[in-house]
């Protein structure tokens, strides 16, 4: 029983030999300062310098001769330019001389509907309203195909797409009013461009009076 008390004490001392852990320890040095009361400092040698005074100014005359003013100084008057009240005449303007210019107002016709269609250059000799819907929707067509290149970014980054594009031919026949709709402004941009080169046209009709018209037509972008 002695031995195996002994034994365990022995190994318990072991384990806790082996366990023990010391750690280093940070020194601390203390500067001391000692502050001196007694502070001389020897102040500089300053020497005052003397400016002499200014001169006095010169003394007046002692006798003063008063010269007649005998040139005579002709005064420029200067008019004014502002009208006087008085200058005023009231004209009387009588309604009877009063022109009234009368305003047009822009009429927009559909292109369905309307009762003469914009003739596209090259339709001229189309018969009738139908002829010439046809005639020009084929010339638009033909001109799309040939005014048509693909913008070269679109084409780098495989961009495709339909761009929806409204457009109005004027009373005077010309092409504004453009408006797109489209999944890439590369594209937009190029059939932006495409419907502004379209050539001047005759103006549609309604009733004998030449009427702006609309137009829509989706422009395909596919890469083959």
Known sequence: MYFVIGL???LFLTWRALEYKTYP????????VQAVDDLKEDAPVTEMIKTPPPPPPPAAPEVIEVVEDTEEIEETIIESTETSQDAVVDEVIEVDDVEVGEEEEEITVPFAIIENVPVFPGCESAKNNEERKLCFQEKIQEHIIKEFTYPPAALELGIQGRVFIQFVIDS???IGSIRMRGPDKNLEKEAHRIVASLPRMTPGSQRGKAVSVPYSIPINFIIQ
């Open 8 to 10: 365990t004490i022995v």
């Open 25 to 32: 320890k940070d020194e601390v040095v203390l500067d001391l």
């Open 172 to 174: 005077k026949g010309n």
